[in-house]
């Protein structure tokens, strides 16, 4: 059994309240209006600005040195940052940076309370961020895209500043989209679809008559199936924006990828993060954004040829990235941490389910949602913002405003309404 304490109490539900789809839902019970507008709060008065996990190598001491050349020294230089229960960023000269892919959650969850509400702070806010997001653009030969702002060691690659990568231009596209359909802002389509250009022209990874793989970054091959899928969702989102000429290649193309990601699921129904030898784990939040890409294709395409997929990989994350008290776990086989990131996509796929109608392992379900309720209280500091991380040595604290703080209110204000 897990340590944490699942047993503290939650305040009773005032005014608006979560709409999980189902009165049996603790969420439909419980006030989230109050923790979402602390979180906001919070994040406003840093301008949305803040640290970010891997942003370590952003480190002026570390910059100056002859390790930065290293790519061994890069990445653990990285996982110390990361793995440190101290922000040592201030001392190793790392400053607070506006990320874009927090940027887009923030807008996107904006544009959520301001269609709940339809109050004016919420769409002046979307304005602010949507003009920040304008300002941030890579524009590329074909297209547009945004990237991280910092550099980034991956085993697989580097990173430099201001590279453009798929994860981020498709989240702050997705935001774009949105925004266009709330306020019908031309300006927002046209940098949305810009994305789409981008992904067609240099994100292919490499295509034969029946599969196809996007990549995560330009010019880097390695296959990542969250970042391949998320690639072919975003595809099929755009899909209605575009000329009918354009549709039905681009349809295949959808269908290629999808084909290439789920044929590495295994048997059990477990899904691992990548192909390559040291990709091979499986995690909780990378099932979960497989799981909302898939779904998003089957919408999108008005299909359902992925249902038994669906149902299989489904069936697998609610048995298996849990434990039996509920808690999310981070890996398949490793409850700790206890991470905010996971807290925050484990809420977004119980959504999902509730809505899709899924009725497989509905007092599993239930039981999980009740674990998620208290980790959301036990993770919210009074000053408004989400821990990172509970281990089982203790608590990680760091305010990270991209993994913490944007994620938590993006998957929140998706689940209020009045």
Known sequence: MSSLNLNEQTEASIGPVASF?????????????????????????????????????????????????????????????????????????????????????????????????????????????????????????????????????????????GTPNLVTSVFVGRALIAYYRCFNDPQALELALGVTDFILSEMICHEDELLLCFRYIP???????????????????????????????????????????????NPDGSWPYGTLSFHRWVDNFHTGFNIESLQTIQDCLKLDDYAGVLDQVIEYYLDNMFDEAGLPKYYNDQLYPVDVHVL??????????????????????????????????????VKGYFYYQKSSRGWNKIPYIRWGQAWMFYALAGCVRV
């Open 344 to 381: 925050a996509e484990s809420i977004i796929i119980l959504r999902l389910l509730r809505q899709r109608g899924y009725q497989g392992n509905a007092s599993r379900r239930l039981l999980i949602e009740k674990s998620l309720i208290d980790l959301l209280v036990q993770f919210q500091d």
């Open 219 to 265: 010019a880097k091959d390695a296959e990542v199936h969250n970042a391949n899928l998320l690639a072919a969702s975003y595809l099929a989102e755009t899909l209605c924006f575009l000329p009918e000429s354009r549709q039905r290649p681009i349809r295949q193309k959808i269908l290629k990828a999808v084909r290439f990601s789920i044929a590495d699921i």
């Open 21 to 161: 789809d189902g009165a049996d839902s603790p969420f439909s019970r419980f006030n989230l209006l109050s923790r979402i507008k602390s979180v906001l709060k919070y994040a406003q008065a840093f301008n949305y600005e803040g640290y970010d996990l891997f942003d370590g190598l952003n480190s002026q001491l570390l910059k100056s040195t002859v390790f930065y050349r290293s790519r061994y020294f890069r990445l653990a230089w990285i996982q110390f940052c990361k793995k440190s229960p101290v922000n040592v960023r201030p001392l190793l000269g790392v400053s607070k940076g506006f990320n874009p892919k927090g940027g887009a959650l923030f807008l996107m969850g904006l544009i959520q309370l301001f269609e709940a509400y339809g109050e004016e702070t919420y769409s002046n806010e979307a304005y602010i961020l949507f003009q920040r997001l304008r300002h941030n653009v890579l524009t590329r030969t074909i297209g547009n895209a945004w990237g991280y702002n910092f550099d980034w060691q991956a085993r697989a690659f580097f990173v430099p500043e």
